[in-house]
Every structure is written in structure tokens, then in C-alpha cells.
């Protein structure tokens, strides 16, 4: 298996703009997460979902955030509008036991400007 | 959430000997806890785990150590070589709320010298 994918590697987009982070977890992984990186707060949960349904999305930090998982090999997550305190590394994960033993995409460094 | 962080954030050994990162959680209802390492341009990678009711666990050339009276875990790495290089994570959570929010510490840079 490749591992959990994810693309883009790295965004660069204006402030204002949509950004669509894309995710496509290990086949058979019934559990998807999102997570943000920053050298400020760290790895954050985002969103998780299991078997396709999002279980908590407590971690989005505003409206301007949305995360879709239309089937069960790929999740999207979505700026609308992006700002400059966006910018970070958006990690994908997904498990097939929950929490223990996630594994992570390669990131999606995003810098909005 | 509750937090959790890190003594050292940084570390530097020599090739051969022992690495022992550290790491204080501050919620007494946590009940799991997972060490990832994470290596440049990489995401975070599972390393091991334990559950409260354990005190020590051993992998290969790793052991974690978890003291709950004073609520504090540690990663010890024996022999470290140049690719252990990389931050460390810890992560708690309590099983009993909801399942999948882990808590992440802000990580401890590990550096491997020759």
C-alpha cells in the first residue's frame, strides 16, 4: 500500500482565495483525520470522521473551515476564504482501529500571502 | 483540551548512546498515550504506545516508561543512531470521551552526532 496520500505537497495562494486540501486514506482505514501543524500550537485535531460520517468536527476553527468525505477513499478539506494565519501543515491521517496507530500523510504546506 | 508539553525541546546525543525524551500530560483521566516521531518533511510516525494500566512497555530499541502519580512519560531510545534524528511527540487522550481527539505535546527535537 502507498500509504495515506495526499495532495497538494505545498499551496501557495493569496488571501481571499478557496483552498481545497485533498486525502486519500489507506484502503480498508475506516477512521480519517485532519490535523493542522504550526510551530505556535503544535499538531491540532481538526476533524475525524469514521466510516464516512464526521464524529467531531470541534477542532475546525471557524466557518471559514468545511471537511467532506464522500466515500470511503477520499476527504476533502476546504478554506473559504483563506487568510495568512491559515497558513500551516495539513496532515491527513487514517486508522483502522481508532486511535492507535495512525498514519500520516506527507502534509500539504500551505502559505497564504 | 488539556495540555501537554515537553522539558526538553531539544536534544542532542552521540551515535551509540541512550536518548531519554520526556513528557508531562496534566490530565489525571488520561488513559493512552502514544510516542510519534516525526522526521523532516515527513508526518508523524507511531513509535509505541501504552495504556494506564502499564507502567513500562518495550519495542525494538525503544521503551516507554509511564508514571501516572506524577503524570509524566518518557521515550527511552536505546543505542541511538543518526536516523532516530528527528521530533518527537508525545500524545495522551481519555478513551472514555471522545474517541480519536488525541493531544498532541509540542515535540522535542532529537539530534544524532557522530
Known amino acids: ?113 | 483540551g488539556e495540555s501537554v508539553g515537553l522539558h526538553l525541546p531539544t536534544l542532542s546525543v552521540q551515535e551509540g548512546d541512550n536518548s531519554i525524551i520526556n513528557c508531562a500530560y496534566s490530565n489525571s483521566a488520561s488513559d493512552y498515550f502514544i510516542w510519534y516521531k516525526q522526521e523532516s518533511g515527513k508526518g508523524p510516525q507511531f513509535i509505541i504506545d501504552i495504556r494506564s494500566n502499564m507502567d513500562k512497555r518495550q519495542g525494538q530499541r525503544v521503551t516507554v516508561l509511564l508514571n501516572k502519580t506524577v503524570k509524566h512519560l518518557s521515550l527511552q531510545i536505546a543505542a541511538t543512531q543518526p536516523g532516530d534524528s528527528a521530533v518527537y511527540f508525545c500524545a495522551e487522550t481519555d478513551r472514555g470521551s471522545t474517541l480519536g481527539r488525541l493531544y498532541f505535546g509540542r515535540g522535542t527535537q532529537l539530534t544524532v552526532w557522530p
Not at chain 1, 57 to 73: L, Q, V, Y
Open chain 1, 1 to 113: 500500500d502507498a500509504g495515506v496520500i495526499q495532495s497538494p505537497r505545498h499551496e501557495v495562494t493569496e488571501m481571499g482565495q478557496e483552498v481545497t486540501l485533498r486525502c486519500k486514506p489507506i484502503s480498508g482505514h475506516d477512521y480519517l483525520f485532519w490535523y493542522r501543524q504550526t510551530m505556535m500550537r503544535g499538531l491540532e485535531l481538526l476533524i475525524y470522521f469514521n466510516n464516512n460520517v464526521p464524529i467531531d468536527d470541534s477542532g475546525m476553527p471557524e466557518d471559514r473551515f468545511s471537511a467532506k468525505m464522500p466515500n470511503a477513499s477520499f476527504s476533502t478539506l476546504k478554506i473559504q476564504p483563506s487568510e495568512p494565519r491559515d497558513s500551516a501543515v495539513y496532515f491527513c491521517a487514517s486508522s483502522l482501529r481508532g486511535l492507535a496507530e495512525a498514519f500520516f500523510g506527507q502534509g500539504t504546506r500551505l502559505t497564504v500571502v
